[in-house]
Structure formats: C-alpha cells, structure tokens
C-alpha cells in the first residue's frame, strides 16, 4: 500500500484554488483540509497561508480560536462524551472515567495504537437522552457506566 502524501497534497491544492483570491474563505479552507488531513499540522496551517496569501499569524489566528480545529493526529474513532448540564447530572463525570478507564487515555487524548481519541464536549444537543455519547456518528443515549464497553465493542 503506497503513502496517500501525494494525494493529500494534490486535494490540498485543489482546495486552495478554490478559493484563492477570495475574501471569507479562510475557515472553509481549514474545515476542508483539517478533514483531508485529520488535523492542522504547522506545516500545512504555512502552505494555507501561503496559498492564500495571508499571513501565518492568521491563519494560526483563528484556527487557535476555534474548538473545531486539531493541531495533533487524530484516532481512527473519536469519542465525543457530553458533559453538559443535563449529561453532567445525569453522570457524565462516571462514564466519562470509565472509558478513561477502558482506553488508557485521559479527554483530549489519542490511544497509543490511534484507535481511539476521547473528548469531552459543553453539548451534543441530546438532552433528553442523557446522558450522551457519540462515536463517530454515532450517538448512544440513556448511558451508565456498564454499557460503555458494550458500545466500544464494535469499534475495536
């Protein structure tokens, strides 16, 4: 199996072009490329930049501000865990340390095998299934701390 570089290069590319010369398109861009890339490296948040013709400060600028942006690879499954008002009462705090538990790793974290990256997020707007998980896209509600392997399993 030959190295995708090339590829992620040549769509890196075609992304810059797209909207290259055009004003508002910075967070597109980032969207689009940390999704080709699975994570904003410095390495590309330059090339962005260069092809944007913005300066890198910018560019770091606003994909430092918002929480959408990776600057670290990302597990092959990232698990978001609602932690919520209506998650957090409901215990999230619980099922949350239990899948640190599980994985090895704390929120924020990517497993060593990069199966698994564990967050922690303010809302997934399922409240009235708390408390929540998604996996992926997938969203798992009505949560305790004994389903949390049974609803790992699959993704193993």
């Known amino acids: 199996m030959g190295c995708k570089c090339a590829d992620k290069q040549d769509k890196l590319l075609t ?13 597109p861009v980032l969207q689009k490329v ?4 699975g994570y904003l490296s410095e390495d ?16 770091y600028g606003v994909a430092t501000f918002y929480t959408q942006f990776r600057f670290s690879p990302v597990g092959e499954h990232i698990i978001r865990a609602c932690h919520g008002t209506a998650c957090y009462v ?9 899948m640190v538990d599980t994985l090895g ?8 095998d990069m199966k698994f990256t564990l967050d922690t997020v303010a809302c997934l707007g ?7 998980v998604m996996v992926d896209n997938d969203v798992y509600g009505r949560l305790n701390e004994a389903r949390v392997e049974e609803i790992l399993a699959p993704y193993w």
């Open 105 to 112: 790793v704390e929120p924020g974290g990517t497993t060593i």
């Open 90 to 98: 409901s215990g999230a705090e619980n099922i949350t340390q239990v």
């Open 44 to 59: 590309v948040m330059l090339k962005i930049a260069d092809g944007l013709e913005i300066k890198p400060s910018v560019v």
């Open 34 to 37: 940390q999704n080709v890339y």
């Open 15 to 27: 992304i810059l072009s797209e909207y290259q010369g055009k004003s508002g398109g910075l967070i």
């Open 126 to 132: 399922c409240c009235g299934l708390a408390p929540v």
